[in-house]
């Protein structure tokens, strides 16, 4: 599925739930928070879609991760290929490679491919190689990157809209409660402590929002940048020691 697709899909099945979710609080008892909740006006049901969003992008990012990380433990993955590198086998390392089927073992695999291709080709000028397997590292993560950093960008602008809706929907809230306000004689007490429970429910909803995005873009944020470490530190060994004939 394309990611455009995805994303208008995944925009419309998110406002249609928080739409249902935020008619259904309406007809909650008076006493009841949702009802309570629902006060807070039509702005609510686009601040509980974008809540919705961050969530299943959250879903998505932790199964393509997962994926991503293949089969076992990577440090020991790692640790397995420099040793099958140090012992000078290397079709035993591409085989691991393909056993782990991680965007890692991608990468390595790539690495490798390119050094039995100028074995192949008795290439002996070593700056050479060491180039060609530098350029194979280049273009294999260009490939992986892509799909490591999927929807964080998504995430990222989710957090920020969220907060600006929330603000949105507080000032409609204070417009509200300033026009009750401003009726003659007393001031209509039930239309300002809606106007009042707008602007609140509002802002709270637009934080939440927003501090589940930051903390959901920060976390896989993280774990990519832990993967692209783990990518640089063994495609560097590897090209090093390949490089240099440094193997056993």
Known sequence: MKQGLFTGLLILAAYLVSLVFYLWMGTTPPDS??????????????????????????????????????????????????????????????????????SLGAVIRSVLDRYNSMAALQVTDRDKMISEMEKAVEEATTMEMPLLEKNLLAISTIASISTMVGLLGTTLGMIRAFQAMATSGAPDAVQLSLGISEALFNTALGIVGGILGIVTYNIFTSRVDRFSYLIDEAAFYIIQTLGTGRTR
């Open 33 to 102: 928070m949702f009802h309570a909740v629902s006060q807070g006006g039509p702005v609510v049901s686009v601040l509980m879609a974008l809540i919705l969003m961050v969530i299943a992008y959250a879903v998505e990012r932790v199964i393509a991760l997962n994926k991503a990380a293949g089969q076992g433990n990577i440090p020991e993955f790692v640790q397995a290929i420099k040793q099958d590198i140090d012992g000078g086998d290397v079709n035993r390392a591409i085989a691991r490679c393909d056993e782990h089927q991680s």
